[in-house]
């Protein structure tokens, strides 16, 4: 599925504002990085529809991605 463009460019808008407050980054490293990671391109070509994931939950995969953010083990409470 294709995205609006312009829509696209206001979720990009929030997410990297999103990521540069909690990876505590200057908006230009933080546009930097995310257009230069993995989630950017899933996003921008349409993959697995993630465009349509809340700004919130794509965050947390641009950190998870950069490693800025751990996810839990299964085993661990």
């Known amino acids: 599925m294709e995205a609006n463009p312009a829509i696209l460019q206001m979720k990009?808008?929030?997410?990297?504002?999103?990521f540069a407050e909690r990876a505590g980054l200057s908006y230009e490293e933080a546009l930097n990085k995310f257009y230069d990671s993995k989630t950017f391109e899933l996003i921008s070509n349409g993959i697995a529809d993630m465009h349509c994931m809340s700004d919130d939950y794509l965050t947390d995969e641009l950190l998870i991605e950069l490693g800025l953010l751990k996810t839990a083990h299964?085993?661990?409470?």
């Open 12 to 18: 990009y808008a929030r997410i990297v504002k999103s």
């Open 74 to 77: 299964p085993s661990q409470p």
